[in-house]
């Protein structure tokens, strides 16, 4: 898979997470392609919050935010979105926009997940900060408690 950097090598904006999984990574990424909204309520609820789906696989209803730029079974997956994040609605009319990309990775017993952000224009980059502020600690916990999720499912399988 390729590395974030083909996609986004510039960026002001970033968190990692990771955990230790003691199973296969083919299954570990199996448990991560099954795992649905439902396998994590919190999400669900935080999800609800920003007017996202509340049904379906985690990765789908990430996918659908924007586009898949890769995937790459057994790997991993890469995601990318442009938009306004900071507005009500999100979206992009065209002006100054953040674009976006996030992974999840498997590798040798471990399971990780990062996002970068780059805002080119600094009015927008400072709304974005802003936004970040709020919303850095929820982006955080969703993706932990993805990456703990999938866990469980794969050594429970393993």
Partial sequence: MKALDEFLPRYEFAERHRVSVAAPPERVDEALRELTLADVPVVRALFALRGLPRRGRVLEVIAGLGRVVED????????????????????????????????????????????????????????????????????????MLVLRAAKRRAEAAA
């Fill in 72 to 143: 790459v079974p057994g790997e991993g997956v890469v995601f990318a979105v442009r938009g306004q994040f900071w507005r009500v609605r999100g979206g992009d009319d065209g002006s100054a926009a953040a674009e976006a990309v996030g992974d999840f990775r498997v590798g040798a017993g471990v399971l990780s997940t990062e996002t970068r952000v780059h805002v080119e224009d600094p009015t927008a980059r400072r709304r974005f900060a802003r936004y970040w502020l709020v919303v850095r600690p929820f982006s955080g916990l969703i993706r």
